[in-house]
């Protein structure tokens, strides 16, 4: 490889790195953000560690066991959803909350999916007209007629706009994919959250239904009884919680969608107008010299 | 029809080829022949003085089989078509340096043709020229049914040269035609050395599915990029100075009935024959060593070939290109769909309607990189396909000359052997037979001296034209190379110029999600 193609090649390499950089940052921040702006997570000691301690945290990735009960569970979880969503709420709010999670859900996957691919398309375009460039610059190093300086010229504008490509497909990534990307795993905590609730309600009818079965056999009533206090008290707790997070999450999403779509737009505008500008320098000179 | 009289006059080397199409035409009866030239005969050229003349040639040209193809079509109307399609009778033009112009000033001084003697100065004349003629291929129509459809093209041409009857006309052609044409004008001038423009490839798969049919995307793609391909395969054709006055490319472009070419289908006689030829040239190709005793040639060549081996890449990576963009315009299309679902299921009005205008954005860029891809496609790929292909037909103008420099060869060793055997004959004892076979010894000696002399000016003829086309070739490349690159980065300007417009639009709906 020549000198030229090497400095190239790790220019592109460097660029990748610090796209991929930029992307894994925002998402730590996001992350960490939402823990602090929690009432109650904000507390955590864990949390507060993490954020103060100067020297390594030690911590030990999940072993094989802990995935294996991971996954376990998992199974679990959603055979017992798949029961517990039957059961219909009492409570108009998280009735409606639950339909629109499960739909919204799915259309954000979707969304997800398609975004992924939508940018995908638009490196490999970015690539070739990286290839393009460089075979432009052979031809123009080549020729030895007027077109030389002319391929030289073109091939010099094509590697800047597809800089500028690379760098609309990296922020598309990141504005757009990684938004829906973040709101796909939320909308499944949300949705997570819902099936807790449920189970509690489940747990909670149980309880009573075991209640009014002990007092009519007159049997354990007091066991019973202390049963139901708990699944009840429990009951509440959760739906108030659950209430207060998915209002939140509503809150939180509105702004996100907000914050990241227009940056989105101004990042879109920003290099469309800097295409546009090169595009129009270099079309000045060819025609200028023909 | 007036076609017939466009055949140049077989006698006389020193003439000219017709200056004033319209002269010769015998409708016009007081046509204003004191103004021509002495050479040229009376309108009505017989046949009869072209056939003797026409067998000899026929007979001398061995690796011309192409004459034997072209005699098939002349079955219909003999007259005309031995007389257009008759190949090697032009060959004699070009040995006269060519002081064939066309000049629509009618009644000029015809001695201004006899003292143009470099091609230079002809060519500045016709630049002073109005070069004006533009030929459109538009409004394919499916004709027939089943398997024996084809779609059938109309060619329009305008133009102000007084080379054509009329200024605006229009033919109906299908696309074996096309290739007819092509291989008519490659049988009378490659061997020349005139670098006659490919014609667009034949698709076998392409061509079933339209008479099948289908009228699908991939069906209308597959006419419209054969219809633009044609466009662009006339009006090369008839950029050409020579090929646009060949009587052939005017009755292509003229007469509303052409005869079929049936040598241009794949599975004809003349179809394997063409493609027995193309093997024994692959051979010859290896075999023949030429002493090049001239760099200019090696350099040339040399260049082609780097040029071709770039470009075959450059092409790839456009091509590419276009594939990705298409991909992306439907990936596109159908995030916008998704983000429009996204936006009906989002419960909070702004966000929704937010999510929506971004779904009506992303469809209009989908449609925006559609189009950016057909630009792509037709101004960029399709010219170094374009490219890619006129060069082959450059290196074949080349590999022309290497076999008529072995011809030349050839005779001259025969030459060679016949003189020894003269020279042995002196010494027999034989005195009954050696009178005999002196005699024949010597005619044999004297047709070869003409033939070596013959091949030795076909020889400098086709090196000669090969400059000149050369020349005409690289200027020409410039010349299209720089008007459709400008022609593209325009496109990706407007395409850009879109974007903006688009994301402004944008820009304050999702500003207004409170």
């Known amino acids: 490889m020549t000198k030229e193609e090497f400095t190239k090649m790790k220019q592109e390499l460097e660029a990748e790195y610090l796209a991929i950089f930029k992307k894994t940052v925002a998402m730590h921040e996001v992350f960490l953000c939402r823990v602090a702006a929690h009432p109650v997570l904000r507390k955590d000691l864990n949390f507060h560690v993490f954020l103060e301690y100067n020297q390594d945290l030690s911590v030990r990735g999940k072993n094989k066991k802990e995935k294996l009960e991971d996954f376990f569970k998992n199974v679990v979880k959603s055979a017992d959803g798949v029961l517990v969503a039957g059961v219909k709420d009492v409570d108009d709010f998280f009735e409606h909350e639950k339909t629109f999670l499960l739909e919204y859900h799915n259309r954000v996957k979707d969304a997800s999916a398609k975004s992924d691919r939508m940018i995908r398309s638009h490196k490999n375009a970015a690539d070739d007209i990286n290839r393009i460039a460089s075979s432009l610059y052979t031809l123009g190093t080549q020729d030895s007629t007027d077109l030389c300086k002319f391929f030289l010229k073109v091939s010099e504008l094509f590697e800047k706009t597809r800089k500028i490509e690379a760098r609309v497909a990296a922020d598309e990534d990141l504005k757009l994919a990684d938004l829906l990307k973040y709101y796909l795993r939320e909308s499944q905590a949300a949705k997570d959250l819902l099936y807790r609730r449920s189970r509690a309600l489940v747990d909670y009818e149980n309880a009573n239904k075991a209640l009014d079965k002990a007092r009519a056999k007159n049997r354990d009533v007091l066991q019973a009884e202390t049963s139901q206090q708990l699944c009840c008290h429990k009951f509440e707790k959760i739906s108030e919680s659950a209430k207060q997070e998915l209002i939140d999450f509503k809150t939180r999403r509105v702004a996100a969608f907000r914050k990241n779509l227009v940056e989105l737009a101004e990042l879109e505008l920003k290099h469309a107008k800097g295409n546009l500008q090169l595009l129009q320098s270099c079309l000045g000179v060819l025609k200028g010299n023909t | ?514």
């Open chain 2, 1 to 514: 029809m007036a076609d017939t009289v466009r055949d140049p006059p077989p006698d006389g080397t020193d003439f000219h080829e017709l200056e004033d199409g319209e002269e010769l035409f015998p409708e016009p009866a007081a046509a204003p022949e004191e103004s021509q030239p002495a050479s040229l005969p009376a309108e009505d050229i017989s046949t009869n003085s072209n056939g003797p003349k026409q067998d000899l040639l026929f007979d001398d040209d061995p690796e011309d089989l192409f004459a034997e193809a072209t005699e098939e079509v002349s079955l219909d109307s003999p007259e005309r078509d031995v007389l257009l399609s008759d190949g090697p009778s032009p060959a004699i033009t070009p040995i006269t340096p060519p002081t064939s112009v066309i000049t629509p000033r009618i009644g000029h001084a015809h001695d201004d043709m006899f003292t143009h003697s470099s091609f230079d100065e002809i060519e500045e004349e016709e630049g002073g020229d109005s070069f004006d003629i533009h030929i459109s291929v538009s409004d394919p129509e499916k004709v027939g049914d089943g398997m024996n459809a084809y779609m059938a093209y109309k060619v329009s041409t305008k133009t102000s040269m007084l080379l054509f009857k009329q200024k605006d006309f229009s033919v109906k052609r299908r696309f074996s035609d096309f290739l007819g044409l092509h291989s008519k004008l490659a049988s009378k001038y490659l061997h020349v050395g005139y670098i006659v423009p490919p014609a667009p490839e034949k698709s076998i798969v392409g061509m079933t599915k339209v008479k099948v049919g289908k009228e699908d995307q991939s069906s209308n793609e597959f006419v419209e990029k054969r219809r633009s391909a044609l466009e662009r395969y006339l009006m090369r054709t008839v950029k050409h100075p020579i090929l646009l006055k060949d009587p052939d490319v005017l009755q292509f472009l003229e007469s509303s009935e052409l005869p079929r070419a049936v040598s241009t289908q794949a599975l004809s006689s003349a179809g394997l024959l063409r493609m027995v030829n193309k093997a024994a040239d692959a051979v010859n190709k290896m075999t023949i060593k030429m002493n090049e005793s001239d760099a200019w040639f090696e350099e040339k060549q040399q260049h082609f070939e780097n040029l071709d081996v770039q470009l075959r890449k450059l092409h790839a990576s456009v091509e590419s290109l276009v594939c990705h963009r298409k991909e992306l315009s439907v990936n596109t299309a159908q995030f916008a769909k998704s983000a429009a679902m996204l936006g009906n299921s989002e419960d909070h009005t702004a966000l929704s309607r937010a999510l929506s205008q971004l779904a009506e954005v992303e469809e209009k860029i989908d449609q925006l990189h559609q189009d950016q891809a057909n630009g792509d496609f037709y101004l960029f790929s399709e010219l170094l396909g374009d490219y890619v292909r006129l060069l082959t037909a450059v290196k074949g103008v080349f590999e022309h000359r290497m076999k008529t420099w072995q011809k030349w060869q050839d005779s001259q060793m025969l030459l060679q052997k016949k003189r020894e055997a003269e020279a042995k004959l002196q010494f027999t004892n034989k005195p009954d037979k050696l009178q005999q076979a002196k005699d024949e010894i010597k005619e044999e000696i004297e047709e070869l001296e003409g033939k070596v002399q013959q091949g030795e000016r076909d020889f400098e003829q086709i090196s000669k034209t090969i400059r000149k086309e050369v020349s005409r070739f690289e200027k020409e490349r410039v010349r299209d190379f720089k008007m459709i690159i400008v022609k593209y980065l325009e496109s990706l300007v407007l395409t850009q110029q879109q974007l903006i417009k688009y994301w402004e639009a944008f820009l304050p709906e999702a500003k207004a999600i409170s």
